[in-house]
């Protein structure tokens, strides 16, 4: 056992172990580390984006160097700040319109190449698409049933007709794969979570407790 | 049915300590647990070593604290992969958060390969082989801008050089000559790479990400629009290994280390789940 003497180390091990105390029932030492942790997050936040946008990137190059276009920008920017002030709050749909239009206008096209074209292609049952499972002669067993499984789940959230006859059967059969996603996705969440306790017991036995090396 | 009552109505408090002791355990008793390396980061893996010797490769470190014992031991593989192959270096982030563990795995990993080296064209060396080129907000510019020059987006690097004097940058000027981007990301980062620098500019991406995002990003590799992928901790230790086997880096494993907490906490949860569940049917059977 080694017990790190680095005065930062103590101060998060602290921390870690107040959050993790939460886990017996909400107590002071919790909502001390949860308030610790707020406060610096949003002074940080804050410190940085004045100190490496705003100063740097429009401050600096407006008043100190004169780069005058730049005031149409921090017009705009500043009109986000109208909604708190009611009677002229309806100004910040021109910030809000001008970003949604910029980003509507880049993400529709790359979109659909990106997300359907792309991801269609990867379903069709085609001899390179077999071969991409790198799973041999299984290869075009899984294809079918990947082929299958997104027919069927499409046709589960097909709501314009009653789900009978041969709607009835394919999104009976989507539900399940849909039930499968849902169970994967679960798995992994908890993989993910107790990953994320492995790093912090790996910090509290290693750095701080000298347990582990 | 006592017993089934009881099993019902564990305590959450008992759970977790029992988790608590069951992750912690292995980590205090190490014990080995044999890593088979899949498909997806054997992809990545060759993806790497086929990166044409003229471009270089782009690591988006996109991860920030809450995520780091998933994705931090894949920057460090990758890095370590790279430093030993000697491939042109890149390395970036959308956000900000990651800067600093982004600078501290290039410390380490440099300090270990440059500890070791004899010469000067052994070492490691800023602006020849690798560029810390830092952050530039909104995530969208850079993807798009350096599809058209990497040295307008980033003008300074993350040390606040000049981008255009650094050795490496004159050969390398935009999507054109990279061979590789991999995002390492906790979030959606890796889908806007694919979104708009691939779909635009044809640029391949690998990905490390979390497993909670796992099965939002394999209809990718299928698709063919990832060249690899590194899911969770698994995914990482999986990385560690094929770099041992291939290429020989012996260097701390810690995701390798990790995984039989892994192990030994999935299955306690599914023994949880089964006697939640064999409660469950007795109960509603006695009703």
Partial sequence: ?213 | MKIIDRLTKIDRRIIYLILIVVVALPLIVPSVEKVRVMAPVEKLFNAIENIPEEKALIIDFDYAPQTAPELDPMGFALLRHVFKTRVKLIVISLYVQPLGLAQKALTEVIEEYNSEAQTHEDSIVYGRDYVFLGWVPPPIIPILGMGESITNVYQVDYYGNRTDTLELMRSIKNYNDVGLLISLSGGNPPKWWVQFAQSKFGLPIGAGVTAVSASEFYPYLQSGQFSGLMIGMKGAAEYEEIIERELNIKRERKASEALPSLTYAHLVIIVFIVIGNIGYLIKRRSK
Wanted: hydrophobic fraction near 55%.
């Fill in chain 1, 1 to 213: 056992m080694n017990i790190s003497l680095d005065p930062w180390i103590w101060i998060s091990a602290l921390l870690t172990v107040s959050i993790f105390s939460f886990l017996y029932r909400d107590n002071p030492f919790y909502r001390f580390a949860e308030h610790i942790f707020v406060g610096v997050a949003n002074g940080w936040a804050v410190t940085f984006y004045w100190h490496n946008i705003l100063v740097p990137s429009l401050f600096d190059p407006l008043f100190r160097r004169g780069q005058l276009l730049l005031i149409i920008p921090f017009i705009i920017g500043i009109l986000y700040l109208t909604r708190f002030i009611p009677r002229v709050s309806w100004l910040v749909r021109i910030p809000i319109g001008i970003t949604m239009g910029y980003y509507v206008g880049a993400s529709i096209p790359a979109d659909v190449q990106a997300y359907i074209i792309k991801q269609t292609q990867g379903t069709i049952l085609t001899s390179q698409n077999f071969q991409a499972w790198n799973a041999g002669n299984m290869g075009v067993v899984w294809s079918i049933i990947l082929f299958v499984g997104v027919i069927c789940t499409l046709s589960y959230f097909y709501f314009s007709k009653e789900h009978k006859g041969v709607l009835g059967i394919t999104s009976r059969i989507g539900i399940i794969f849909v039930m499968i996603g849902f169970g994967a996705a679960f798995g992994y969440t908890v993989m993910a979570r107790i990953s994320l306790l492995i790093g912090r017991l790996q910090f509290l036995l290693g750095d701080w407790l000298g347990v582990i090396h």
